[in-house]
């Protein structure tokens, strides 16, 4: 299986930039994911980016994708306390399957 | 739509109990895939399903078995159950593989003592 990695936990004071990191395995995977989940409930698609792209901007969000180190980043401004949750990047490589990051748990202090 | 829908959402077994998950979709979704997640260890693939009739293994199938007999169901069935398949499940369903988004259901946290 694919190995994608996270750190386990990030936390950031209301307002403040989050940058959530991941690094993934497969270069020839067409799409990266950023997937959130809130406490007791399943995952949720909160943006995704198109492997030929290096940026893309989605009101509070910026995903980061850096091909060559197969590093991708979820930036998120202006940290509210509801953007706390569990956040999960994917990778889909050839084939049926998505691989997701162990997550980072995303703890925003008021 | 309900989108996908699991049942129970909590259950606790004893050893050597079995199971079944109950995992429905509503979205004509072709791809149907099922998870577990365990504490700092991300999601894991346990099997995945590309059409009714159609299953096959993902990264973590022993000790588990599915069928897919309609577009819709996806029941995902723990044989002889041990304290390992301790673990919150989800199901999921997309249009297509490579397609941007899977669809979660709310997951079965199941424990084995």
């Known amino acids: 299986g694919e190995d994608v990695e996270q750190s386990l936990f990030l936390s950031v004071r209301e307002g403040d930039s989050s940058v959530i990191n991941c690094t993934y395995t497969?270069?020839?995977?067409?799409?990266l994911y950023w997937y959130k989940q809130e406490p007791g409930a399943g995952l949720q698609l909160l943006t995704y980016i198109f492997s030929n792209m290096d940026m893309k901007q989605d009101q509070r969000l910026t995903v980061l994708l850096n091909k060559k180190d197969k590093h991708l980043s979820l930036r998120i401004a202006d940290t509210q306390t509801g953007d706390s949750a569990i956040y999960f990047c994917a990778e889909t490589p050839p084939g049926n399957q998505f691989y997701f990051g162990t997550g980072t748990s995303l703890t925003v202090i008021p | 739509n309900a989108g996908v829908t699991q049942t129970p959402k909590f259950r606790i077994l004893k050893i050597g109990q079995s199971m079944t998950l109950q995992c429905t979709q509503d979205m004509n979704h072709n791809y149907m895939y099922w998870y577990r997640q365990d504490p700092g260890m991300g999601l894991k693939l346990i099997y995945y399903s590309v059409g009714a009739g159609i299953t096959d293994k993902g990264e973590v199938p022993n000790g588990y078995n599915v069928s897919r007999s309609t577009t819709e169901d996806f029941p995902l069935r723990l044989e002889l159950a041990a304290p390992s398949q301790t673990s919150v499940y989800f199901c999921?369903?997309?249009?297509?593989?490579?397609?941007?988004?899977?669809?979660f259901g709310p997951g079965t946290r199941l424990t084995v003592t």
């Open positions: 497969d270069s020839s995977s067409t799409y």
């Open positions: 999921a369903s997309s249009y297509s593989p490579g397609s941007y988004e899977q669809y």
